[in-house]
């Protein structure tokens, strides 16, 4: 009995010893920069649908670490992007609606400002314009999303390094008569209009606003614009010895959702695809960068009846609403750190888990 005690006690020992060291290697591995790409309205089925179009493969299989995301808001069981890009980025579930505020409508502090404040470079990437739901979510404070203006205006009052995306108007175009380019300008940003001209940027700050409003349809006018915004963003923010923090948005996938548009919907998932894949090479060779996958919710309801020709077969896919639903949605993470991101959860837990990898407290 007196050996089996103590037999015992040696495998505890050594159990906590192991555990301890386990902990102690997930410290040392976490990242020193972190790219959330969202996937907006991008379900399960919505993913097996552009791999059938696409010889049956994506980057996305390059992930290994799968996670569920639980998507309703603090007012509805069904989220919309400004709550659900708001849960992301101040790690509380709010109405939707809402933008970098609480369901008092009280301003919280994003992760993208506490990794402003911490010295860490900051940016936003989207298809569309960078005042909606989504991108604003990180970076501004106000109770709607419709309000483009305002939204605009709390771009001035960070200190992103980069954004990309559409929304021109909502700066340069606005009621009060203020052009905030010329602002933007003034705080040592270069202000681009076009994609040529921010490929040619070499360093510093950048905002680009290549669209008026909301970017045209990849298949309609936009085409390679996002995985060539998003590289030039990493570039720049890869620059800061501190790391780097940058959301990126494949904003239209929801658009084709919502019109119920298999060939809209799959153009925009395989351009986000792309994507993808050009991030990951980045991340693989950086060797310190964690890469989050995830979407807000499902949009469209979306189910794969028969056969397999997506695109060629109007039988093969059908929506069964026009609008989001609350199934729990698909979380890929693949980098140091990326074993935090398994399991279930609510989706506003990924706002601790995105802040410990970055070494961020809410004091901070």
Known sequence: MKAIKIL????????????????EKDETQLPKNVILMIGDGMGLTQIQAAMAANGNTLNIERFHTIGLSKTSSASSFITDSAAGATAFSIGEKTYNGAIGVNSDTIPVKTILEYAEDAGIATGLVSTSAITHATPAAFIAHQPSRKMAEEIAADFLKTDI?????????????????????????????????????????????????????????????????????????IELLNQNKSGFFLMIEGSQIDWGGHANDPEYMVSELLDFDNTIGKVLDFAEKNGNTLVIIIADHETGGLTLPHGSDILGDSTSTHFSTTHHTAVMVPVFSKGPGENQFAGIYENNTLFDKMMYALGLTINN
Not at 14 to 21: D, F, L, R, W, Y
Not at 194 to 206: A, F, Q, R
């Open 8 to 23: 015992l006690f040696l495998l505890i020992a050594v159990s906590c010893i192991s555990n301890q060291e386990q902990l």
């Open 161 to 233: 390094d980069v954004f990309i995306g559409g929304g021109k108007d909502h700066f340069a175009n606005r009621k009060d008569g203020f052009d905030l380019t010329d602002s933007l300008r003034q705080m040592g940003y270069h202000v681009s209009f076009e994609l040529n001209d921010i490929e040619n940027v070499k360093s510093g700050k950048l905002a680009g606003l290549l669209s008026p409003d909301g970017m045209p349809p990849f298949s309609k006018g936009r085409g390679d614009m996002l995985a060539p915004s998003a590289m030039k963003a």
